[in-house]
């Protein structure tokens, strides 16, 4: 523990861990994200937390489309290689098994467990390093089907993003 209160309180809240994938013409790219919720019943919308600087905020602000890629715990080796960014890693797509998401073309990463396609409304700039990224679901489907128990997340890999 830190001498940061906050700090200390936000590292307890769980998170889940996901990959977002996005796409602009025939650029695409898959990120790790745990800052995701759903803010709507109707439409369906999620809202996540995307760093300014990543590659993908520039892919989903032009290409205005992005999936969120779900896995199991089971299945997480799968997505290591999405943790590094692009300027780490810039071979990463041409490494990658994927297919492409039926409505948004974004790609669906193998091993996925499920996928939700959204169409971008709109980039809040909140003043921070991360803008709010709200989508709309526009098509999803469940490959594996999998109780939530059994899903990623940060605490079940332990790792800690928040503070």
């Excluded at 969120?68 to 290689?81: H, P, Q, T, Y």
Aim: hydrophobic residues 40%; negative net charge; charged residues 20%.
């Amino acid at each position: 523990m830190s001498n940061d209160p906050i700090k200390n309180a936000l590292q307890m809240m769980p998170y889940g861990f996901y990959s977002i994938t996005s796409r602009h013409g025939e650029d695409t790219n898959a990120m790790v994200a745990n800052w995701i919720s759903q803010v709507s019943f109707e439409p369906r919308l999620m809202a996540i937390g995307l760093q300014k600087t990543s590659y993908s905020h520039g892919l989903i602000e032009k290409g205005r489309v992005f999936v969120i890629n779900l896995f199991r715990l089971e299945d997480k080796e799968a997505m290591i290689s999405f943790t590094k960014g692009r300027s780490k890693n810039p071979d990463k797509m041409r490494e990658a098994t994927f297919t492409a998401a039926p409505v948004t073309g974004c790609p669906v990463l193998e091993g996925a467990a499920a996928y939700i396609e959204f169409k971008l409304v709109d980039i809040v700039d909140i003043g921070g390093d991360h803008d709010i990224v709200i989508g709309e679901a526009v098509g999803a489907s469940v490959l594996k089907p999998t109780d939530t128990a059994d899903m990623i997340t940060l605490p079940g890999i332990g790792w800690s993003y928040a503070g």
